[in-house]
C-alpha cells in the first residue's frame, strides 16, 4: 500500500515540477522579449540620431572645404598681388627709371635741362673789395624734382670755344636732388691777382654754366649767369675755381672763401 501510494504521488509530483519548469520558461520568455524590445528601442535610438550626429559631421567637411576653397585663392591673389607690387616698386622708383628718366644718374629723377632753371648771382665779397666770388643759383621753375650732376662746366668769357673753369678739387659724383621750386647753389672765384697799376686783365659781363647729364658724356644746356646789379664787368684770370653743385649755400660757398 505504502509503496503504491508512494508511486501514484510520484506521477504527480512530475507533473507540478512539469507545470513549475513551463511558467519559468514562459517567465523567462516573456522577459527576454521584454529585454528585447527595450534593445531594440535603444539600438533604434542611435540609428535615428545617427543621422543627426552625422549632419554636423556632413556639415563639419563641407564648411571647412569652403573655407578652405575660399582661403586658398584669396592667398594666392594676395600673395601674386604682393608680388607684382614688390616686383613693380622698384621698377618704378629704381635703376629702371633712373636709366630711362635720369639719364643714369642714380636716382629716379630727370636730369634738370637749362629752360626749366632759373638763374640768379650774388657778390660774397664786402663792398670796396675787388670782386672775386659768387654764389651762382639755380630755381627748378618745374613742380617735379630734377637732377644737377657733378659740377657745372663754367666759362669766363662767351662763346663755347672760351676755356672751362677748373673744379676746387674733385667733382662731387654725388647727384643734387632740387626739389620742385627748389634751389641749387655753385661756388664761383673768378680772380687771383691785385688790381692796380698798369696791368690789365681780361674782362667778363657775364658767366655761362653747362649742364652736365648723368652719364657725364652728354650736356643738359647752358645756363647764363648776369653780374650783379653794380657791376658791369669783372676782371678774371686762370686762378679762377668752380665748386657745387650744392644743396645749401654754405657748402657751395665754404672751399670758395678759403682762396
Do not use: H
Not at 600673395?79 to 630711362?100: C, L, R, V
Not at 670796396?128 to 668769357?157: D, I, S, W, Y
Not at 672751362?164 to 664761383?188: C, I, M, N, R, S
Request: net charge negative; proline share 6%.
Amino acid at each position: 500500500m505504502n509503496s503504491k501510494t508512494a508511486r501514484a504521488g510520484s506521477p504527480r509530483r512530475g507533473l507540478r515540477g512539469a507545470v513549475l519548469g513551463a511558467t519559468v520558461v514562459a517567465a523567462l520568455l516573456t522577459v527576454t522579449a521584454c529585454q528585447s524590445s527595450d534593445g531594440d528601442g535603444k539600438a533604434a535610438a542611435p540609428t535615428a540620431a545617427s543621422p543627426t550626429a552625422a549632419s554636423p559631421s556632413a556639415a563639419a567637411p563641407s564648411a571647412s572645404a569652403s573655407t578652405g576653397g575660399g582661403a586658398t585663392p584669396e592667398a594666392t591673389a594676395s600673395t601674386g598681388d604682393s608680388g607684382t607690387g614688390t616686383g613693380s616698386s622698384p621698377t618704378a622708383e629704381g635703376t629702371g627709371d633712373s636709366g630711362e628718366t635720369g639719364g643714369g644718374n642714380g636716382t629716379k629723377y630727370a636730369d634738370c635741362e637749362a629752360a626749366g632753371l632759373g638763374t640768379e648771382v650774388e657778390l660774397q665779397d664786402a663792398p670796396g673789395e675787388t670782386p672775386r666770388r659768387f654764389l651762382l643759383t639755380v630755381t627748378n621753375n618745374a613742380k617735379t624734382p630734377c637732377v644737377l650732376n657733378e659740377a657745372p662746366l663754367v666759362r669766363l668769357k662767351a662763346g663755347n670755344d672760351a676755356p672751362t673753369v677748373q673744379t676746387l678739387g674733385e667733382p662731387d659724383t654725388e647727384p643734387v636732388v632740387v626739389e620742385g621750386g627748389g634751389k641749387a647753389y655753385a661756388g664761383l672765384y673768378v680772380f687771383g691777382n691785385d688790381e692796380g697799376g698798369e696791368a690789365e686783365y681780361d674782362q667778363s659781363d657775364r658767366f655761362t654754366a653747362t649742364l652736365v647729364a648723368g652719364e657725364g658724356t652728354e650736356l643738359s644746356g647752358t645756363l647764363v649767369f648776369d653780374l650783379p646789379d653794380g657791376l658791369d664787368t669783372v676782371s678774371v684770370d686762370d686762378a679762377a675755381r668752380v665748386n657745387g653743385w650744392a644743396g645749401t649755400e654754405g657748402l657751395a660757398m665754404r672751399p670758395i672763401t678759403q682762396l
